[in-house]
C-alpha cells in the first residue's frame, strides 16, 4: 500500500511538470526576444537575421529585436549569448563563421557543449575569384600556379578566424601550396584591393561578389560546395580538382545552453513553419541559399561536425589566431 501510494504520488509529481512545461511551450514567448547578430548591419548574417526576425515577430505574436555584436569573427556575439540567461528571449543567428573563429581562437567556452542549437536556416556556396591579371581559369590551373610561384598569390579575407579564411586555408593544405594571407577588418576593404590587383584572389560568398563577376572584373574558377552550385554551372566545384573538400556557408538560430526544451522545441516548430513561407524563401533564395530546415539533432550534429573539422585543420596546418 506504501508503495503503491509512492508511486501514485511520482505519477503525480511527473504529470505536473509535464503540464507546467508544456503550458510554458504554450506561453512562450510572452514579452520581447532579443535577435543577436554577430557580425555588422548589412552583411548575409544581418540580412537573413531581420527577415526572419519579421516573420517570427507575426508567427510568435511578440517583437524579435535585431541586435548587431560584431567582433572576433562572431566570438564576442556569441559570448553575450551564453552569457544571457537560459530562458529563450535570446537568440543568435549563429554562422559557420563561429565555429571556425571559435577553433582558431580557443575560447574560454565550448562552442559546441554551451549553446543549444534550435535550426539550420540554410546554406550557401563560396566562390574562389581571382583578379582578371591571374593566369588560371580552373582550381587544378590556379593549384599548379601556386606551385610555380610560392608564396607570391596573395588572397585577401576580411578577418582572422572567418569561415572565408579558414576554408581557404583548407584548400591550401590539402593542395599543399603557399598562398600569401593578407586580413582586412571588413568585407568592403577585400573587395577594394582586390579590384586594384593588390591582392589576386578572393574567397567569398556569391551575393556580394556576383556584381563584379556579371561585370567580368573579377573571375571565378570554383565553388567550395561538393557539387557545381546551379546558378553557376560552368564553374568548377573544388572536389574536382581536391577529392574531398567542401565547405558550405551556413546559417541558424540557437540559444545558450539550459533552455527548457519544451521552448526551443517551440522555436523550431515556428521556424520551420517560416520557412515553409512562400516570401521567406524567395527572399532567402534570392540571396543565393539552399533551405534546410529540419529538427535540433540536425544541426546540432552539423555544429558537432563542423567544429571538429575546423580544430583538426588548424592543429595540421599549425594556424594561428591575432
Known amino acids: 500500500m506504501i508503495m503503491s501510494k509512492c508511486l501514485f504520488r511520482i505519477a503525480a509529481a511527473c504529470s505536473a511538470a509535464l503540464v507546467c512545461a508544456t503550458a510554458g511551450a504554450q506561453d512562450y514567448p510572452s514579452k520581447a526576444v532579443r535577435v543577436i547578430v554577430p557580425f555588422a548591419t548589412g552583411g548575409g548574417s544581418d540580412i537573413t537575421a531581420r527577415n526572419m526576425s519579421m516573420k517570427l515577430t507575426g508567427e510568435l505574436n511578440q517583437q524579435f529585436i535585431v541586435e548587431n555584436k560584431p567582433g572576433a569573427g562572431g566570438v564576442v556575439g556569441l559570448e553575450t549569448l551564453i552569457k544571457s540567461p537560459p530562458d529563450g528571449y535570446t537568440i543568435m543567428i549563429s554562422t559557420s563563421s563561429w565555429s571556425t573563429a571559435a577553433a582558431l581562437s580557443k575560447p574560454s567556452f565550448d562552442p559546441v557543449s554551451d549553446i543549444a542549437p534550435v535550426i539550420e536556416i540554410g546554406f550557401n556556396p563560396l566562390v574562389l575569384s581571382l583578379h582578371p591579371s591571374v593566369p588560371a581559369k580552373t582550381p587544378k590551373e590556379l593549384i599548379a600556379l601556386a606551385k610555380a610561384r610560392?608564396?607570391?598569390?596573395?588572397?585577401?579575407?576580411?578577418?582572422?578566424?572567418?569561415?572565408?579564411?579558414?576554408?581557404?586555408?583548407?584548400?591550401?593544405?590539402?593542395?599543399?601550396?603557399?598562398?600569401?594571407?593578407?586580413?582586412?577588418?571588413?568585407?568592403?576593404?577585400?573587395?577594394?584591393?582586390?579590384?586594384?590587383?593588390?591582392?589576386?584572389?578572393?574567397?567569398?560568398?556569391?551575393?556580394?561578389?556576383?556584381?563584379?563577376?556579371?561585370?567580368?572584373?573579377?573571375?571565378?574558377?570554383?565553388?567550395?560546395?561538393?557539387?557545381?552550385?546551379?546558378?553557376?554551372?560552368?564553374?568548377?566545384?573544388?572536389?574536382?580538382?581536391?577529392?574531398?573538400?567542401?565547405?558550405?556557408?551556413?546559417?541558424?538560430?540557437?540559444?545558450?545552453?539550459?533552455?527548457?526544451?519544451?521552448?526551443?522545441?517551440?522555436?523550431?516548430?515556428?521556424?520551420?513553419?517560416?520557412?515553409?513561407?512562400?516570401?521567406?524563401?524567395?527572399?532567402?533564395e534570392g540571396e543565393g541559399m539552399a533551405i534546410v530546415g529540419g529538427s535540433t539533432e540536425q544541426f546540432s550534429k552539423r555544429i558537432r561536425n563542423d567544429h571538429t573539422r575546423w580544430v583538426k585543420l588548424v592543429r595540421e596546418a599549425k594556424l594561428k589566431g591575432e
Open 150 to 284: 610560392p608564396g607570391q598569390l596573395a588572397y585577401a579575407t576580411p578577418g582572422i578566424g572567418a569561415i572565408t579564411h579558414l576554408a581557404m586555408e583548407l584548400m591550401v593544405h590539402m593542395a599543399k601550396i603557399d598562398l600569401l594571407s593578407v586580413p582586412y577588418k571588413s568585407t568592403g576593404a577585400t573587395t577594394t584591393d582586390l579590384l586594384a590587383g593588390r591582392t589576386q584572389l578572393i574567397l567569398g560568398g556569391l551575393v556580394p561578389l556576383q556584381p563584379y563577376i556579371q561585370a567580368g572584373r573579377l573571375r571565378p574558377i570554383a565553388v567550395t560546395t561538393a557539387k557545381r552550385w546551379h546558378s553557376l554551372p560552368d564553374v568548377a566545384a573544388m572536389a574536382e580538382a581536391l577529392p574531398g573538400y567542401e565547405v558550405e556557408s551556413w546559417f541558424g538560430i540557437v540559444m545558450p545552453k539550459g533552455v527548457p526544451p519544451a521552448v526551443l522545441e517551440r522555436m523550431n516548430a515556428a521556424a520551420n513553419k517560416i520557412l515553409r513561407d512562400p516570401d521567406v524563401k524567395k527572399n532567402l
